[in-house]
């Protein structure tokens, strides 16, 4: 059994932190649960460009407001708590913070930790994919 408190993970490798985002990355690669689970603060007035080609992903937000864009058909979806949306086709978006969001993410296969996006918005793919 795995037991953590946010509070752990503050301040530590753990807590990885962006220009536009702070992920506070609860579980990972290495806990073997087949997912990772990050808690990730959106800085207000920021946009963050995305394309999880090697993973798939879920998010929850449970806090502020902002705006998905899907850049594949240009659609614009209101993100504010309560809203979930799973990127099942590894679509490529951008996520507008218009306030400072907190979303609750999951990702299949899970990282290990120390990821941030690179210049296409991707995550590197798993080990075993390189």
Known sequence: MIIRHLHEILDSPQDVKATTWNSRRLLLAGDQMGFSMHDTILFAGTQTRMWYKHHLEAVY???GEGELEALDDGQRHRICPG???ALDQHD????HAKTQMRMICVFNPPITGQETHGP???Y???ASDR
């Not at 490529?92 to 996520?95: A, D, K, S």
């Open 124 to 126: 590197p793919p798993p």
């Open 120 to 122: 296409d918005g991707a």
């Open 92 to 95: 490529r978006h951008i996520l």
């Open 83 to 85: 809203t979930l949306y």
């Open 61 to 63: 937000c449970i806090e």
